[in-house]
Nanobody, 138 residues
Framework: QVQLVESGGGLVQPGGSLRLSCVVSGLTLDFYAIVWLRQAPGKEREGVSC????????LYADSVKGRFTVSRDNAKNTVYLQMDSLKPEDTSVYYC???????????????????????????????WGQGTQVTVSS
């Protein structure tokens, strides 16, 4: 049984940092792309970042580029999202999702800025976590 469990969310002041974790069980991380997405109340789901766990290649949305860093520890089957210089507009529920490498379109492309446009089908068949709330407020 595949399971993704996010943790690390919470309340932080603007300018602060949080590190989210996504622990994956039931699959071998090396063969998957992991994406981080977020959704705020009343807003559309937004792709934040992604990582191809086989080679560590990453991509970021323009809104978080330079502030967020995604990484993975395949030995621990865990993907991290380090979030620095947080802004109130980063407030959202953050989800991680895993999809197998090698399928088209790729969940985590190799260039450009990260977006989930065109990935509805891939995300619908991906494995998802339950989400963790991040609130940025003074």
């Amino acid at each position: 049984q595949v399971q993704l469990v996010e943790s690390g969310g919470g309340l932080v002041q603007p300018g602060g940092s949080l590190r989210l974790s996504c622990v994956v069980s039931g699959l071998t991380l090396d063969f998957y792309a992991i994406v981080w997405l977020r959704q705020a109340p009343g807003k559309e789901r937004e792709g934040v970042s992604c990582i191809n766990a086989n080679d560590g290649s990453t991509l970021y949305a323009d809104s978080v580029k330079g502030r967020f860093t995604v990484s993975r520890d395949n030995a621990k089957n865990t993907v991290y999202l380090q979030m620095d210089s947080l802004k109130p507009e980063d407030t959202s529920v953050y989800y991680c999702a895993a999809g197998p490498l090698g399928r088209k379109p790729p969940l985590c492309p190799l260039s450009g800025s990260y977006s989930t446009e065109g990935l509805r089908g891939r995300l619908a068949e991906a494995y998802w976590g339950q989400g963790t709330q991040v609130t940025v407020s003074s």
